[in-house]
T-cell receptor, first 111, second 115 residues
């Protein structure tokens, strides 16, 4: 079945630094989603991407849908302590109900 | 309003108990989902309802019984669970539109502990 490879697995950064994480797939997706999850809470949708090459921003977050439709990246600029959490990428296809999730990137920010 | 509401927030139950998890959304979404999530792992799909009918059952044990009473509500009935069923149970919803990819919105989850 479809799988997503998300990297890095974890990141330890200093407050103010920029962060980049990515997901790659062996098959194409029509939609890429990026979520952030805090402990004991549900994933919160950060950015949704629908077109190959699409670049979308949400505040300090920027995500891109890869041209090949097999990858996506998420950048966080000027990180702050509240950025701490687990970031999941996810892929979906037209007409399907299944969302494929990456394993997550655990972000730690030191003030 | 992009909110999916789940109750209870926390639940502790014995292996002989019967309990239910509840989920509600008022975004007009016609697809609703149950996911199970273990610590430090991504969510795993359990069930999908589309237009109040069960569309997907990911080979979930019968001790988990989903129910979709109407387009806004989704329940998960629990009976004779095992300690390994302890996890965060997430409800989610999305629109169902032919040819369109829709966003998947999650609730805040029910943290279930089976003793």
């Amino acid at each position: 079945g479809q799988q997503l490879n998300q990297s890095p697995q974890s990141m330890f950064i200093q407050e103010g630094e920029d962060v980049s994480m990515n997901c790659t797939s062996s098959s194409i997706f029509n939609t890429w989603l990026w979520y952030k999850q805090d402990p004991g809470e549900g994933p919160v949708l950060l950015i949704a991407l629908y077109k190959a090459g699409e670049l979308t921003s949400n505040g300090r977050l920027t995500a891109q849908f890869g041209i090949t439709r097999k990858d996506s990246f998420l950048n966080i600029s000027a990180s702050i302590p509240s950025d701490v959490g687990i970031y999941f990428c996810a892929g979906r296809n037209t007409g399907g109900f299944k969302t494929i999730f990456g394993a997550g990137t655990r972000l730690f920010v030191k003030a | 309003d992009t909110e999916v509401t789940q109750t209870p927030k926390h639940l502790v139950m014995g292996m002989t108990n019967k309990k239910s998890l509840k989920c509600e959304q008022h975004m007009g979404h016609r697809a609703m989902y149950w996911y199970k999530q273990k610590a430090k792992k991504p969510p795993e799909l359990m069930f999908v309802y589309s237009y109040e009918k069960l569309s997907i059952n990911e080979s979930v044990p019968s001790r988990f019984s989903p129910e979709c009473p109407n387009s806004s509500l989704l329940n998960l009935h629990l009976h004779a669970l095992q300690p390994e069923d302890s996890a965060l149970y997430l409800c989610a919803s999305s629109q169902v539109r032919q040819g369109l990819n829709e966003k998947l919105f999650f609730g805040s989850g029910t943290q279930l502990s089976v003793l």
